[in-house]
């Protein structure tokens, strides 16, 4: 079984993706390595971040590892909050302060489009690989739901008329921007996994 480090210590997100990758991949979170600390996020971009934390992770540790870093973009804000979507309150605040204030931010404006961006950065052996997953949707205009975290209670994708927390997690994993993500990464693993089987024969 191929061990994979997922560098994160959102429990959330652990299961999320855990749920995704295939059954033969060992996936352990920076907790399980005794790591709680945050990892820096300085890039200006979602792919850096991603990036910025992956190659720390793997110079740390040495194992193969995967990042990620999730932006939701909103029109009538010309793209905010963007990369800055974990911190759109301040560095110490939490997801229902950024929710408050992007709900402020738009208070009055009709156009609520906006969506979810998410890259993850795969860091296998010594190559480095990027897959991205986006969905569109609308941003309501209170909170709605339990289930999910960050941004999901306020945000409704095209086709659907619940917010991310009010899905169940198979609904939301069948059309998350980071569903699309994992998917992607998922089929590369299950192709790196293949080749590597044919090259032993």
Request: charge should be neutral; proline fraction near 2%; aromatic fraction near 8%.
């Amino acid at each position: 079984m191929r061990m994979i480090v997922f560098a994160t210590n959102n429990e959330n997100k652990l299961k999320e993706v855990k749920a995704m990758l295939p059954s033969d991949i060992r996936l352990v979170s920076l907790s399980d390595l005794h790591y709680h600390h945050t990892l820096t996020e300085t890039a200006d971009t979602l792919e850096e971040n991603a990036l910025q934390k992956a190659r720390f992770v793997r110079r740390k540790f040495g194992y193969d590892c995967f990042a990620d870093d999730t932006g939701l973009e909103v029109d009538a804000l010309d793209g905010q909050p963007g990369v800055y979507s974990a911190r759109y309150a301040g560095e110490e605040c939490d997801s229902y302060a950024n929710v408050q204030k992007l709900l402020r931010n738009l208070s009055g404006t009709t156009n609520r489009r906006a969506h979810f961006r998410t890259v993850i950065a795969l860091i296998l052996g010594d190559e480095e690989h990027l897959f991205e997953g986006v969905i569109h949707g609308q941003i309501t205009h209170s909170m709605r739901g339990s289930k999910g975290f960050g941004y999901d209670p306020v945000f409704v994708p095209d086709k659907h008329t619940e917010t991310f927390a009010e899905m169940t997690d198979a609904a939301k994993n069948t059309a998350s921007h980071r569903a699309q993500a994992v998917k992607k990464l998922a089929a590369f693993l299950t192709a790196v996994r293949k080749q590597m089987n044919s090259a032993r024969r």
